[in-house]
């Protein structure tokens, strides 16, 4: 018995090894096919419903894919129009990262006797040891590049999952026992259920942090406060780190901008109060628990995400999750792994209930509003 349990811990050990392994140098294919995936699955209802009303199959699957660039373009538009605003404020925040950086050279120098010389010379020699041989230029194009090359990737899996998403649930169905054919159609939807739950859950809280943070900003003086609410709300989409880095940026900008303490301050209060509204408001109503992962995983998927994959790691780490643990949920052999990483059944926060259930009765007093089932 114990060499059989010992047996079963190195055969899951080497699994884990080889998982990571095979994510961490396949990277370049698994990345934009984990983004197309959990996108196309968000386009899936409005797909399904073009093609009730008698859209061609291979049309419904362009227009959902053109809706969702749109989108994203629209995004990306105001950003560079605002970007273009803040040149000016950039161009005096980097003079005078440029003055406190001379200052620590001048203290350095002073305090350990290492000279200016000699500290650019030590940053130069650590640059080329780092593989750093191409300039801030050439580095930028070519990330530019792979933005573009993977967004194409992106868009051409999401036409592909889409037009031939009963094929590939037929090989699905095909490949598992007859008995567990059942089971294995409720995880698909179930899969299906969470990402697009979860997305469309994402992007209306996303909306709704635009609009706290922008009247926020706003009553605190912070000039191109919209911009500074849009970046905000978009960098929700990592979760913890989001947010803090958004306002962290907002705080530089508003410095460089000639914003004293109390602006600062003002800052920090309308950060504090959107993440009270997020926590016990939005997240309940509009989220809600759909990707039921407890904090420590949460915690640790996003560092093993950022560690694989980087900033997309990040980004995948919470829905990735949360379909691995309904797998493992209806898998017997792997249901341990999913009560692991799963948020132990408890009575939710008191404070948090009763705003909820007070919001959901205005909610149904509103004229025109019917109770959703």
């Not at 094929?167 to 409720?186: N, Q, S």
């Not at 989409?237 to 306002?247: A, K, L, R, S």
């Not at 259930?357 to 007093?365: E, F, G, M, S, Y």
């Not at 509103?366 to 089932?373: F, L, R």
Request: charged share 15%.
């Amino acid at each position: 018995m114990q060499e059989r349990k010992l047996f079963k811990t190195a055969a899951l050990l080497l699994i884990i090894v080889l998982g990571v392994i095979i994510l961490k140098f396949g990277k370049p294919f698994l990345v934009p096919l984990a983004f197309a995936a959990i996108l196309s699955m968000l386009l899936l209802p409005i797909c399904n419903g073009l093609q009730k009303k008698g859209v061609n199959k291979a049309v419904a699957t362009i227009l959902s894919i053109l809706l969702l660039v749109g989108i994203f373009a629209g995004i990306l538009a105001f950003l560079s129009w605002q970007v273009s605003d803040l040149a000016e404020d950039t161009s005096k925040l980097e003079k005078q990262i440029t003055e406190k950086y001379q200052q620590a050279q001048q203290l350095i120098s002073e305090k350990l006797g290492v000279p200016p010389e000699k500290q650019e010379q030590m940053l130069k020699e650590q640059q080329k040891s780092g593989g750093g041989k191409q300039g801030p230029v050439a580095g930028l194009i070519g990330g530019l590049g792979g933005v573009l090359t993977n967004s194409l990737l992106v868009l051409v899996y999401i036409f592909l999952l889409l037009y031939f998403r009963e094929h590939l649930e037929r090989f699905i169905l095909r490949i598992v026992p007859d008995k567990e054919e059942g089971r294995a159609k409720k995880v698909i939807h179930n899969i299906q259920q969470i990402a697009q739950k979860y997305l469309s859950g994402l992007s209306q809280m996303i909306i709704g942090l635009w609009i706290m943070y922008g009247i926020g900003f706003t009553i605190v003086g912070v000039k191109n406060a919209v911009f500074f609410a849009v970046l905000c709300g978009l960098l929700e989409i990592v979760p913890f780190v989001g947010n803090i880095v958004g306002t962290l940026l907002t705080i530089l900008m508003a410095v460089s901008q000639g914003g004293d303490t109390n602006m600062i301050i003002g800052i920090l209060i309308t950060y504090a109060t959107v993440q009270f509204i997020q926590s016990y408001i939005l997240e309940p109503l509009v989220v809600g628990a759909e990707v039921n992962i407890n904090p420590l995983f949460t915690i640790l998927g996003l560092i093993a995400g950022e560690l694989i994959w980087g900033l997309p790691g990040m980004v995948l780490a919470i829905p990735l999750m949360g379909m691995a643990k309904i797998i493992f949920d209806n898998v017997d052999a792997l249901k341990p792994f999913g009560e692991l990483i799963g948020e132990n059944k408890k009575e939710p926060n008191k404070l948090k209930k009763k705003i909820v259930t007070a919001l959901k009765k205005v909610r149904q007093q509103v004229p025109g509003k019917t109770k959703q089932h």
